[in-house]
């Protein structure tokens, strides 16, 4: 009769391994701090591995190995050359399997960044414009990023600015006001406009998106506004706005109408989160007073031309005006007492702004200026900047003149091309279309976020949406996989939930098969490799992780029996753990997984 290793529900405990659990026991075999542990680089040397004897050549790293395998501890040590490396025991791996069993969509959960709180601020879209590529990434990072942060225990603020005033929105009302009658009249004022809106075309009407209508007559309205004349009328716009001018703020409320429902379809597909959504108009006039406080404090001083400057010599970063010679003020005004804001109404211990690298010298400056006025510390501001994204080859989509890719029709053309391949199977078409939008959707996403987040993105569609390789489809299809693995054997047995641990039982330790300890082993780093990536602010090792996983399931799946095999109950819970790891790493990713493909 062969051995079987049993394990129970109630007993199994959770470990989580890290390398600081590695770093107590070399501190206190060697008496060197913080010595560096770091993951195998192949699992053939096991599950951590450190240099330390690399770096501190006096040691004996077969010593070392001897005295931490002389303990009672849940690894073991191996020595090749001056390296030594970790590996978790096999009953370990077998009992974490069964704390995914548990904990399911909690598992990999920590306490990690318990007690901080973070702000995070991302996708802040002008209002007079369809979102862009641009907007995309910055989302879909913001997201996952938080999301990481949030699972390690951390209080997170999600929010976003509505740069909902000045010159930018002005065109666009200037574009409505003359582009938008339905008679095609362009010399009617804003007067007339109040008291006959109903002579104005309303994107219905066209059978338009909201937002590519306001996009459209806002591109107009900026190429009037180069014509001098046209200029000095828009700008009295603003002038009228600030003065609260009856007719113009019926206009301004009108045009972002428009503009906030058809973003708001976007941000809803994604998945968007926002708990705070700050409006640039309720506070824009407090920035001034910033600056008079500062300039009284000394923190300001005043220019040759009158304009107000900073000072920032001791942060080696250049002065720059935070109130111009004729009195107006600028993003960074405002900036400062939206921090403010910010700061009192939730004391974050951090906050990050999630922005182009074009924007890295101004928020430096805007950082340093928050310190003087004794906001938050410099260091307490953290900027999450991006690369550029991209679209490889030829891809049919509109655009505005040539060089605007809309989210909509991107994620739109990504689901097309998904749709086409399910054609040939035997979905009904209300599944197809759910399968299609989530596959494409993730698709994109993932395409975005398996990319370092400084390094730019070259989309390519084609690979994005392929069921091989390094791709969204590919792990959520090997969801799919999982999941219908453990449908099958649940019409053997209706749960594998087990109530007597004799009913649970795995091959002796010593005979799992080499890919079952792979996927065991891959399955016991998800915690940590949540915590790396959440530390640096890098979805891409997460995504790196995922594929991994994946790719090292399939490899048993298409190597081994697991229905009515021997060892049916043991590869089912593998599978089942897999399906659940990867699903809650696509859900950190913003990534929703169809239950078959």
């Not at 708001?264 to 910033?290: C, P």
């Not at 690298?357 to 805007?366: R, W």
């Not at 081994?560 to 089942?576: P, Q």
Request: hydrophobic fraction near 35%; charged fraction near 30%; proline fraction near 2%.
């Amino acid at each position: 009769m062969r051995a079987f290793y049993h394990f129970s529900f109630k007993k199994a405990k959770m470990y989580e391994m890290t390398k600081d659990n590695i770093q107590k026991i070399l501190e206190k075999v060697t008496g060197i701090k913080n010595p560096e542990v770091d993951f195998a680089s192949d699992s053939k040397f096991g599950d951590y591995s450190s240099n330390i004897c690399l770096r501190n050549k006096d040691l004996d790293p077969q010593k070392i190995a001897n005295e931490i395998n002389g303990k009672d501890l849940q690894f073991s040590a191996k020595v090749v050359g001056k390296f030594i490396n970790f590996w978790l025991k096999k009953n370990i791996l077998v009992d974490n399997l069964i704390q995914i069993e548990e904990k399911k969509g909690d598992y990999g959960k920590s306490e990690i960044l318990t007690g901080q709180k973070y702000l995070i601020e991302h996708t802040s879209p002008n209002p007079n414009k369809a979102l862009h590529l641009g907007h995309l990434r910055n989302n879909v990072t913001g997201m996952a990023i938080a999301n990481m942060w949030e699972f390690l225990g951390c209080n997170v603020t999600r929010d976003c600015i509505d740069n909902n005033r000045g010159i930018a929105i002005a065109k666009l009302m200037w574009g409505y006001l003359k582009y938008a009658n339905k008679d095609g009249k362009q010399d009617l004022d804003i007067n007339y406009w109040f008291n006959h809106q109903n002579e104005w075309q309303t994107s219905e009407e066209l059978g338009v998106r909201p937002d590519k209508f306001v996009d459209d007559l806002y591109v107009k309205g900026s190429e009037d506004f180069k014509n001098s004349e046209i200029e000095a009328k828009v700008r009295q716009l603003v002038v009228d706005w600030e003065a609260e001018d009856k007719a113009v703020w019926a206009l301004w409320e009108k045009v972002l109408e428009y503009s906030y429902e058809g973003q708001n379809l976007t941000l809803k597909r994604l998945g968007n989160k926002w708990d705070k959504v700050w409006h640039e108009h309720e506070h824009y006039k407090k920035g001034k007073e910033f600056v008079q406080k500062g300039l009284k404090k000394g923190i300001f001083k005043v220019g040759e031309k009158g304009a107000i400057v900073t000072d920032l010599s001791k942060y080696n970063l250049p002065d720059t005006v935070v109130i111009k010679s004729d009195g107006t003020a600028l993003y960074i005004t405002q900036d400062l007492s939206l921090t403010e804001l910010k700061k009192k109404t939730f004391n974050p211990d951090k906050i990050f702004w999630v922005i182009g690298p074009e924007q890295s010298l101004a928020l430096k400056q805007m950082f340093a200026v928050c310190e003087q006025l004794g906001i938050i510390k410099y260091e307490d501001c953290i900027h999450l900047a991006y690369g550029y994204m991209s679209l490889k080859g030829k891809v049919k989509m509109s655009s505005r003149e040539g060089t605007v890719i809309y989210i909509d029709d991107l994620l739109d053309e990504a689901k097309r091309k998904v749709n086409n391949i399910l054609q040939s199977s035997d979905f009904n078409d209300q599944e197809k279309e759910i399968i299609s939008e989530k596959v494409g959707i993730g698709a994109v996403k993932y395409s975005i976020l398996k990319v370092s987040r400084l390094q730019d993105v070259s989309f390519d569609l084609k690979e994005s949406i392929s069921l091989e390789g390094n791709s969204g489809p590919y792990i959520q299809y090997t969801v799919a996989r999982c999941n219908s693995v453990v449908s099958k054997g649940r019409t053997l047995k209706p749960e594998y939930k087990v109530r007597n641990p004799k009913d649970l039982r795995v091959p002796n330790l010593e005979e799992l098969q080499e890919e079952e300890l792979a996927i065991l082993r891959k399955l016991s780093q998800f915690t940590e490799i949540i915590s790396i990536a959440a530390k640096s602010y890098s979805p891409n090792i997460l995504c790196e992780y995922l594929y991994s996983l994946a790719s090292k399931y399939n490899t048993f799946y298409n190597k081994h029996k697991i229905i009515k095999s021997e060892n049916e109950t043991f590869r089912i819970l593998l599978t089942k753990g897999t399906g659940q790891v990867l699903k809650n790493g696509l859900n950190l990713l913003g990534i929703s997984v169809p239950e078959k493909m």
